[in-house]
């Protein structure tokens, strides 16, 4: 699981730099493969936001709140 999230994770940090070169600079990271129709850029497109549905989806698995416990086993 953790591996998973680890690639989610950096998918989304690829995803989230794309978006920035596209504002900022209006260049495409996927016109290094060839541009958006390309079948390369469109499969990262995709992973990129399958990722995001599973980060979305698993949020609370991963990072919601937990409760923490003593770890010195006395309680009050």
């Known amino acids: 699981m953790k591996g998973i ?8 940090v690829i995803g989230g730099l ?6 900022v600079f209006s260049w495409d990271i996927g016109e290094l493969f060839g541009g958006q129709g ?3 850029s ?8 399958l990722s995001a549905l599973w980060k979305i989806f698993t949020y609370k698995s991963c990072c919601g709140d937990k409760k923490s ?8």
């Open 42 to 49: 469109r499969i990262v497109y995709v992973l990129v936001g």
């Open 5 to 12: 999230h680890m690639l989610a994770f950096l998918l989304l």
């Open 18 to 23: 794309n978006w920035l070169l596209v504002g």
């Open 69 to 76: 416990t003593p770890t010195s086993g006395i309680t009050a």
């Open 38 to 40: 390309a079948m390369i």
